[in-house]
């Protein structure tokens, strides 16, 4: 099925009601064989001029009906959201190569946005330090033992100390 772009969601302040009219449906219906807009629209604005010039204004107008149609589909606008991030995890690689590129070539934003979704940094969180340090080890000390002889005396006495 084609793309299907929907340029605008607005019409000149006002909000397309939510109803769905049959005209509506056949647009969507259209939609979803694979038809693109453009190509209902310019059909229709044809057949309304009677295969004659092309008519701006009717093409013009047949546009505006067709984008209402669509923004009044919820199912439609749902499909439509489902492939956007369908299209981004397909580019998720390249996305990521060019990251690693710039962030490889030092630029700072790069480096912090890789750093965000690997989970090094956090943005939400305010990472302030007072500049003292301080490490404690706890390392337990070693035993001392004093040589002993086969007897299991120890080498040596007090009196032979030279």
């Not at 939510?18 to 219906?29: R, Y």
């Not at 229709?44 to 107008?61: F, P, S, V």
Request: aromatic share 6%.
């Amino acid at each position: 099925m084609p793309s299907v772009y929907v340029l605008s969601t607005c019409y000149h302040g006002q909000m397309p009601s939510k109803e769905l009219t049959p005209w509506d449906e056949k647009i969507i219906e259209l939609i979803e064989l694979g038809y693109t807009e453009r190509r209902i629209v310019l059909h229709l604005a044809r057949k309304h001029n009677g295969h004659q010039q092309k008519d701006y204004r009717a093409i013009r107008r047949y546009r505006r009906r067709v984008r209402r149609a669509i923004m009044r589909s919820p199912q439609f606008l749902e499909a439509q959201r489902a492939q956007a991030i369908a299209a981004m995890w397909e580019s998720l690689p390249d996305v990521t190569d060019a990251l690693i590129r710039r962030a490889s070539r030092g630029r700072p934003d790069a480096i912090k946005l890789m750093w965000e979704a690997m989970g090094f940094h956090n943005t939400r969180v305010q990472h302030e330090h007072s500049g003292d340090i301080e490490i404690r080890l706890t390392v337990p000390r070693p035993v001392r033992e004093l040589p002993r002889d086969s007897e299991g005396s120890i080498e040596g006495s007090a009196t032979e100390i030279p």
